[in-house]
Nanobody, 120 residues
Framework: QVQVVESGGGLVQPGGSLRLSCAASGTIFSMNTMGWYRQAPGKERELVATITSRGSTNYADSVKGRFTISRDNAKKTVYLQMNSLKPEDTAVYFC??????????????WGRGTQVTVSS
């Protein structure tokens, strides 16, 4: 079984920065794509950024140039550096990990989320 735990959320003023972390643990043979998603009140969950095992990244247009996703494969951890935060970035941020639990068996896990609130 694979577990994913996010950390680093909080309250920040507009224009400020936060760094989210997400650590995967459990029976993991190797890591595949990891990503961050967010869900604001009354809205559907949306993709924020993803990063493949080789480091290729993908961002939502709304965060390009402000957010940076990175990963440490040895630590099975993915990060999201968020700069120039806006009130519309307020949401619960979820981490997703796509992993191999054996050489040919994939598994996917979601964290419980961490709240990010951007407000003055």
């Amino acid at each position: 079984q694979v577990q994913v735990v996010e950390s680093g959320g909080g309250l920040v003023q507009p224009g400020g920065s936060l760094r989210l972390s997400c650590a995967a643990s459990g029976t993991i043979f190797s890591m595949n794509t990891m990503g961050w998603y967010r869900q604001a009140p009354g809205k559907e969950r949306e993709l924020v950024a993803t990063i493949t095992s080789r480091g290729s990244t993908n961002y939502a247009d709304s965060v390009k140039g402000r957010f940076t996703i990175s990963r440490d494969n040895a630590k099975k951890t993915v990060y999201l550096q968020m700069n120039s935060l806006k009130p519309e970035d307020t949401a619960v941020y979820f981490c997703n990990a796509d992993v191999y639990i054996t050489w040919n068996t994939r598994s996917n896990a979601w964290g419980r989320g961490t709240q990010v609130t951007v407000s003055s």
